[in-house]
């Protein structure tokens, strides 16, 4: 099945601007949401100016406003005729060692990385329930798969409890018109990744791009990409010793 009509969380810049990219280059209509709404326009008219047969629309939105998402979600399905797909990608990668004395940085990535991802879901799901059909994408993130030390563990936390979110959704509605995808990207070219200091490993962002877009289109229940080295990793990853681990954080 293609999904025509998606929205995208986080468009603004990184991997949700590089799909958002991708996708209207397949010629999909797009709904773009972002805190940075100037970016949005100009990421809007660089898409129209490409590919002219497409729309889209886009609309600011910070969603730890958890009020705000379904108001958001609803003008956007409303703007396209419809929304399809639905991909939540809006996220943080601040961190510190857990009682360092910045608790703060901790609590905002847990909080739009599971509560804040929760909330769109919600918003996503509700219309899809209503329309019987669509297409749910969590973009977590390969740390899901094992516990990381230092300043990465509320972030990995974060991202664990966004892909068992997904995996309970896969469950629940296996057989059904909707569809739940959970990408857990390893490390991509974007300024998040480039903080994490793991420069050997970091995949250009076009690679990364097209190989979680390839995920979503295929709506595979969940996915490890770049597939090389990520899905071997992602298996790997949850029997190394503790010892090995801690040389991670």
């Given at each position: 099945m293609t999904r025509r009509k998606i929205l995208i969380t986080g468009a603004s810049s990184g991997l949700g601007a590089g799909m958002a990219r991708e996708f209207a280059r397949r010629g999909r209509d797009l709904a773009l949401c972002a805190r940075r709404v100037s970016n949005l326009e100009e990421l809007r008219d660089e898409l129209l100016a490409a590919h002219p047969g497409i729309k889209v629309a886009v609309r600011g939105l910070d969603v730890n406003d958890h009020d705000a998402i379904p108001k958001v979600f609803e003008e956007l399905r409303e703007e396209l005729g419809g929304l399809d797909r639905v991909i939540v990608n809006a996220g943080l990668g601040k961190g510190a060692k857990i009682g360092t004395g910045r608790a703060?940085?901790?609590?905002?990535?847990?909080?739009?990385?599971?509560?804040?991802?929760?909330?769109?879901?919600?918003?996503?799901?509700?219309?899809?329930?209503?329309?019987?059909?669509?297409?749910?994408?969590?973009?977590?993130?390969?740390?899901?798969?094992?516990?990381?030390?230092?300043?990465?563990?509320?972030?990995?936390?974060?991202?664990?409890?966004?892909?068992?979110?997904?995996?309970g959704l896969a469950i629940e509605l296996r057989g059904t018109p909707i569809k739940v995808t959970t990408v857990q990207p390893g490390f991509i070219a974007t300024d998040m990744a480039s903080r994490a200091g793991d420069a050997k490993l970091i995949a250009p962002l076009d690679k990364g791009v097209n190989a979680m877009v390839a995920a979503i289109e295929r709506e595979a229940v969940r996915a490890s990409v770049p597939e090389w080295p990520w899905r071997v990793l992602g298996f790997v990853m949850p029997m190394l010793p503790r010892g090995v681990m801690r040389r991670m954080g």
């Open positions: 703060d940085a901790n609590i905002a990535t847990a909080t739009t990385n599971f509560v804040s991802a929760l909330a769109q879901a919600e918003a996503a799901m509700s219309i899809f329930r209503s329309q019987d059909a669509g297409h749910l994408v969590l973009i977590s993130s390969i740390s899901a798969v094992r516990g990381l030390p230092g300043k990465k563990a509320a972030y990995a936390a974060s991202k664990a409890g966004l892909s068992a979110l997904g995996e």
